[in-house]
């Protein structure tokens, strides 16, 4: 008699999307928060990482100093190679600066326009801006109000989390996370923990 093999189906499930960058400061100011900023965004990586169903995420970094610096601006791509992501993370170190804003406008700017963001339509699209100074809006250049207005254009969400306590800082960090449609956070100078919802469950669990 003829055997018949079992025919396998396979059910595809969509999984989601989650392409995250986190935008750091790494100005010499930043030297005690730094290390506590880097648990603060592998934290958040790792939450998103683990959620359920289990996502496909894609890790990006921008780190910022400021003009006459080693450097503007350093970017990572985003990359599903996590480990590869942590190490470049784990090798920014914070030096520079010297005046108290910093190049915080060019460094949203390269995160959203210097980034391989997904074309996919149900992309959850993130960005975290880390940092403790407030931008220089003296410069010839895009400003935040314009730079998230082209995030929102695509899909992209802006959360802000303030390190210490520097007055100058809250208002453009609550203003950038409003008009992303995000959160705003803050670090406190001893690197206390922040109450920190992950505004993607939602999405995710939908």
């Known amino acids: 008699p003829q055997v018949i093999a079992p025919v396998n189906h396979h059910v595809t499930l969509n999984k989601p999307r989650i392409d995250v960058v986190f935008v750091l400061d790494t100005t010499g100011s930043m030297g005690g928060l730094i290390q506590t900023a880097k648990e603060k965004i592998w934290s958040i990586a790792t939450s998103m990482a683990s959620a359920q169903p289990t996502p496909e995420i894609r890790i990006g970094l921008v780190a910022y100093r400021d003009r006459g610096d080693e450097y503007v601006t350093k970017l990572v791509d985003l990359s599903a190679d996590l480990d590869s992501v942590y190490a470049?993370?784990?090798?920014?170190?914070?030096?520079?600066?010297?005046?108290?804003?910093?190049?915080?406008?060019k460094a949203l700017y390269d995160a959203v326009h210097g980034m391989s963001w997904s074309q996919a339509d149900q992309a959850y699209q993130v960005i975290f801006l880390i940092g403790d100074a407030p931008p220089h809006m003296n410069y010839n250049e895009e400003r935040y109000p314009m730079i998230v207005a082209d995030a929102l254009e695509k899909g992209i969400v802006i959360n802000t989390i303030q390190c210490g306590g520097l007055?100058?800082?809250?208002?453009?960090?609550?203003?950038?996370?409003?008009?992303?449609h995000g959160n705003f956070f803050q670090v406190d100078q001893a690197g206390g923990a922040v109450a920190f919802r992950t505004p993607y469950d939602d999405k995710i669990a939908k």
């Open 88 to 105: 470049a993370l784990m090798d920014f170190q914070a030096d520079g600066g010297g005046d108290t804003p910093e190049s915080v406008n």
């Open 167 to 180: 007055s100058t800082t809250v208002a453009p960090w609550t203003q950038i996370a409003s008009l992303g």
